[in-house]
């Protein structure tokens, strides 16, 4: 058994109002800058939706994570070494441009120079990447509430296997906002395919980087990823991805995604896990038993054995007590309302998510049913199927028993809350329903609806002794150098080193045809 531990995050779903703040912050923190106009670490997509980009859910187009050979062993579903080699420079499993949106700005000094007339002056939209004059037609949340579901939703490859069953009228249906950022996984596609090993995965707490140094731009983790969370920077050529916000994480403060969080959904905590048993995990042979394969990989920070192990690898007992106190895996472990988001990718993601049980409660009070009545609840949940379904395709590989009970022991937490509030009686009928007792209910009650700052971050940082170690594995921030964080504006003209076909450079570039 070799210990290892993971800064791990969950997100509660029914707490997240897609206001967004949390891609803006991302946004102006890590790719407010030349050549990453069109790159979101975070993004909010509404489901049912094709999200960002188009559709990268449909592995059968893209070809991003993980599949089992004829013999059972696990293979990169972008092929071997051979065929990665014979599609170096012409790679067809690419998202284009047009797949994540051409970015624009607008031509704000025609508002201020315009000169007086009758007419109130109007600023056209201009690309971003060429500053000319476009037309809008897609952009990373335009499915925002449904905007437009009607006419693309329809291309959402969850819905798939549903067709017959969904109409397209979600105001009679569903829908929930889905933030997402890089998974961080233990089995990360984008390292295995990364050619010159620029891609890592740091040992210290298992987030995912980019060498920007060793970076050659073959482009590789883009198609091997299967959630697209890794871009292009079209004037590096380099790639960059989600960084899970490490020099906040090394001095113990949560992401920025997660500080600026309005409904403080987001959790960040310790995972301590066997990495001699991710492999195995990873290559189980039902895509329905991957949840608890990764599950039993996570191991038990109480466990005196574990505890032993964990500090024959090197881990700092402050981490070890960290573990212990981690948000991620009581919800993950303990409560086991968190699930990873498509394991049937088998990359072994570490974002989690708690289903949202908002889809439940709307079709029963739409019913004219009480929605504070547990019988009504889980009812609905088992004759639902739609919603069910849907969130079954996204969490838990298809299998709808596993959502169906956590959303009933989320449904039951609720129940049992309002009548102890309200009425002063514990409801046992509940608690047995859920083999929870009247302590863990309320501490998982606590823990999702009222948990103060330190409850929902429990990251302890990085260790001086390790800072070198650090340094020299990163060489600073991953996206220093040219064109990193804060290098240049953000405007659509008048960019040093910029082609005057910008727009196509980074599409060639995306689409493997050539270099920006």
């Known amino acids: 058994m070799r210990v290892l531990a993971q800064v ?11 206001c967004h703040t949390c891609s803006v912050t991302c946004k102006q923190t890590w790719t407010n800058r030349d050549g990453v106009e069109y790159v979101w670490f975070n993004n909010v997509e509404t489901k049912p939706g094709v999200g960002y980009p188009k559709r990268y859910e449909d592995q059968e187009r893209w070809h991003g994570g993980w599949e089992l050979d004829k013999r059972g062993r696990l293979r990169l579903r972008a092929g071997g070494r051979v065929k990665r080699l014979l599609t170096l420079f012409s790679n067809p499993d690419l998202p284009d441009l047009d797949d994540y949106y051409e970015p624009a700005t607008y031509d704000y000094d025609t508002l201020i120079s315009a000169p007086a007339g009758p007419h109130t002056p109007v600023i056209r939209p201009k690309s971003a990447i060429t500053g000319e004059d476009m037309a809008i037609t897609w952009g990373a949340n335009w499915e925002d509430d449904l905007g437009g579901a009607p006419e693309h939703a329809h291309g959402d490859p969850n819905l798939a296997a549903m067709a017959e069953k969904v109409r397209m009228e979600f105001d009679k249906t569903f829908m929930f906002h889905l933030p997402r950022i890089c998974e961080h996984c233990l089995n990360p596609a984008c390292v295995a395919a990364c050619p010159s090993g620029a891609m890592y995965k740091r040992e210290e707490d298992g987030i995912v980087l980019v060498d920007q140094d060793r970076c050659r731009g073959w482009r590789m983790c883009v198609s091997s990823c299967p959630y697209k969370k890794v871009y292009v920077n079209h004037k590096t050529g380099k790639a960059e991805k989600c960084t899970f916000c ?14 600026t969080c309005v409904g403080r959904l987001r959790y960040i905590g310790l995972i301590l896990y066997d990495a001699d048993a991710v492999l195995d995990a990873a290559g189980v042979e039902d895509p329905r038993d991957l949840l608890e394969a990764q599950r039993r990989v996570f191991l038990d920070p109480d466990d005196p054995q574990v505890a032993a192990a ?5 881990i700092p ?3 070890i007590e960290a573990a212990r106190r981690s948000p991620v895996y009581r919800l993950a472990m303990k409560y086991r309302v968190a699930l990873p988001l498509h394991p049937e990718y088998r990359t072994m993601p570490m974002v989690w998510y708690i289903p949202p049980l908002s889809p439940v409660l709307d079709a029963v009070t739409g019913a004219g049913a009480d929605a504070d009545d547990p019988d009504n609840i889980f009812h609905a949940i088992t004759d639902l199927r739609i919603p069910l379904e849907y969130l079954a395709g996204l969490f838990s590989a298809g299998d709808t028993g596993v959502v169906a009970g956590v959303l009933m022991k989320l449904s039951a937490m609720r129940a049992y809350m309002r009548a102890r509030t309200i009425d002063g009686k514990v409801s046992h009928d509940l608690l047995d329903s859920t083999g929870m007792t009247a302590d863990e209910m309320e501490e998982m009650y606590r823990l999702l609806a009222v948990a103060k700052y330190d409850e929902r971050y429990v990251i302890p940082p990085a260790h001086k002794e390790d800072a070198a170690a650090l340094a020299a594995q990163a060489d600073g921030c991953s996206l220093d ?4 964080p804060g290098m240049s504006g953000f405007h659509p003209e008048g960019l040093t080193g910029r082609r005057s076909d910008g727009r196509t450079a980074l599409k060639l570039f995306v689409s493997g045809g050539g270099t920006a």
């Open 481 to 484: 150098g040219e064109g990193g």
């Open 310 to 314: 964990a500090r024959a690898s090197g």
């Open 317 to 319: 007992e402050d981490w």
């Open 246 to 259: 490490f020099p906040r994480i090394e001095a113990g403060q949560p992401t920025v995604c997660a500080e």
């Open 8 to 18: 791990a995050m969950v997100m509660n779903l029914d707490k997240c109002i897609g």
